[in-house]
């Protein structure tokens, strides 16, 4: 027999893990357990593991609704124990005399809970935190301790330097890190201004722009030409003037920022050398910075391209956490040990790798439409048929007989020609509506059977043609969320985040299928997925069946993407149950909180439709109908009652029904 005859080997969970490729992006948290559904295992080296349907089956009880965030807390807390403990192993490995310390960024994933839980896992490691505007910083001075170290970047104007000096006063351990040369000056005439000598001159740090570009998609974010940094003569110029003012032992602190999502370690390795020059420059100069910040840009495998087995260049990283760790301790003490200056205090404002893991998107899907799928069209009985119909026949024809990939690429072309003709020629008035309804099916059918006979040559590498039918010939599958609500950056920026099916994992999926999303705009859809197959623009998926829920799960969502959301056709934010591992509970794990999404009234009120007013308009509009004799009375209210009782609802679909 031959090997393309051989029966397949039954589909296994095993075989679900390599089409989503889910070793290489999950860090270890996410797998298929034996029912085929997807399972997490929260808690690093425990054998804990809790069934995601199970979870949600326990979150609609408690009331949630589609679309939910799922939080697995213990995974912020596995996370920033990974960070610290790996940087640990680094410096113990490099025999480094000094100590590292986390920053949590908090505009990556400000929800309280979120920062709660990354403070309380930091306790022992020291960790501190970051803000970068006036609100992120109000919250952040309400939540640090005596010894948390606050960073504040961003743009600070006078009301923030000023919080900032308060708080140093109260003896918070808040430093303004001076971004532009402006604020330093504001800062000391603040100083001044507020009579604070010496004893009491304002802590600071500086950001440097460094000659060193980032790389990645956020690469602008470094390098000369970056929004922010001191350039080398401001910095120089800062320096004098803390000397002529006798307060140069008050800058604390250098930082840089390449940018988030480093792609490439050797771009971090030169930024870290160029930094590490400057702070012992400083230190011959007299000056003893503290600490050496190199910002954020620890990155997160999304496109699972580890290995380089699964290539999405700009959404996966050529690196692990340890490299990552060594190649900043190593860096760092290698110029510190030529220069013969004691080594700083390592900060990195890691926040995308802190959170990404922890939170996922569970959304069903409501419908699934085929686009190839318009009914076979007769003929018009009368007239004499046009060439171009002709052709298409031709094509329909030839597609039932040929078997070769030459001949089958003929008959794609020839029928994708007669197709565009088709259309041009209905456009201009010189085919009808019935010629060319018939030659759209024509066209379709010809496309499903080039693609089944494709398919069965097994070709490899699969040629372009079955490529473009593949694309073509995908169901979409409607889905109860918004791109814009919850996966901001994959419309914006074609950041690819892990999509697949929740349940059903243990049967092969045969269909090939596009999420949608519910907004009325042709881009709210994905159209990138991460998968073992090579063609990245669908993904496998099970056939839906009307009326049994089938959830699709996408995974890392926990950074940046629920604070960018916008609020595009009013879907607004969506439903959480934060979620804690226990094995003494039933299925291993406790509902800690449930947060409602947000409603269709409160959405409304954001742009000024207050629900007092609507309702008020509805009842006269109602009232003048009853006058009219439109409706009866009863039917009236029925009509009003229903109107106001929807306001409470979610802005999602109700997928109630679903279930
Ligand atoms: C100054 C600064 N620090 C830290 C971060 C967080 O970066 P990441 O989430 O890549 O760790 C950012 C984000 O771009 C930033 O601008």
Known sequence: MSETNAKKPAWTTADAEDLYAIKTWSAGFFGVNDEGHMAVRPIPDSDLEIDITEVIDAAVAEGCTFPLIIRFQDIISARVRRLNLTFQEAIVEAD?????????????????????????????????????????????????????????????DHSMLSLMLNAQQLGQQVLPVIEKYTEFEQLMILADQRGLGMEQAPRLGVR?????????????????????????????QLVSVLEERGIADRLELLHFHLGSQIADTQVLRSAVKEIAQFYADLHERGIRVKFLDVGGGLGVNYGG????????VDSSINYGLKEYANVIVFAVKE???QRSVPVPTLLSES?????????????????????????????????????????????????????TRGALTEVIHDARDAHQEAEQLARLGYLNVEYLAHTESLYWSTAREVLRKFKALEIDPVPVEQIDLETQLTDLYLTDFSVFQSILDHWAIGQVFPVLPLDRLDEEPRRRGQVVDLTCDSDGKIDQYVSSHSNKTWLPLHDFRPGEPYYLGVFLVGAYQEILGDSHNLLGRVGEAHIYASADEPGNFWIEETIKP?????????????????????TELIRRKIEAGVVKPAEGMRILN?????LEDTTYCDTDAVR
């Open 96 to 156: 480094y005399a000094g100590e590292y310390r986390s920053i949590y960024p908090i505009k990556v994933n400000q929800l309280h809970e979120v920062v709660a839980e990354i403070m309380e896992a930091g306790k022992p490691f020291n960790l501190g935190l970051e803000c970068g505007s006036r609100a992120e910083l109000m919250a952040a001075l309400a939540l640090i301790g005596d010894d948390t170290l606050l960073l504040c970047n961003g743009v600070k």
């Open 208 to 236: 440097v722009k460094l000659s060193t570009r980032g790389s990645g998609r956020w690469f602008e974010s470094g390098g000369s030409s970056s929004k922010f940094g001191l350039t080398v003569p401001e910095l120089v």
């Open 305 to 312: 391209s580890y290995g380089g087995e699964y290539e999405d």
């Open 335 to 337: 110029i510190c040990e």
């Open 351 to 403: 926040g995308r790798a802190l959170t990404a893991h922890h939170s996922m998107l569970v959304m069903p899907v409501i419908g699934v439409h085929r686009p190839d799928t318009p009914p076979m069209r007769e003929l018009p009985a009368e007239g004499e048929v046009p060439m171009v119909v002709r052709r298409m026949q031709t094509a329909y024809a030839e597609a039932q007989k040929v078997k």
């Open 598 to 618: 947000i409603s269709i009234k409160d959405m409304l009120s954001t742009v000024q439709y207050f629900p007092s007013d609507l309702d008020r308009r509805m």
């Open 642 to 646: 229903n109107y106001t009782k929807r």
